[in-house]
């Protein structure tokens, strides 16, 4: 069983009530379907903050493969 996009997107905008990614920002969507496609084929958890992470080269799916993904584009100004 997988968790959908839209559980997941749900969950981090609880967990993180000053993001404000939506469906009004197409540069996110595309980026967070781009993103859950990869977790979803690699079948590996996502890591975007860690004690050993250099998240500077962009977030790691799944514990040591090296396999990075870049951080999410920065929310548009309104």
Excluded: N
Aim: glycine fraction near 4%; hydrophobic fraction near 40%; proline fraction near 10%.
């Amino acid at each position: 069983m997988t968790t959908s996009p839209d559980r997941v997107a749900d969950l981090i905008l609880r967990a993180l009530p000053t993001a404000s990614p939506t469906a009004d920002d197409p540069d996110y969507v595309a980026w967070f379907a781009t993103l859950m496609k990869i977790v979803e084929a690699t079948e590996q958890l996502l890591i975007a903050y860690a004690d050993y992470l250099d998240a500077s080269q962009g977030w790691e799916i799944g514990s040591g493969s090296d396999i990075r993904y870049p951080r999410p584009p920065a929310s548009p100004k309104i």
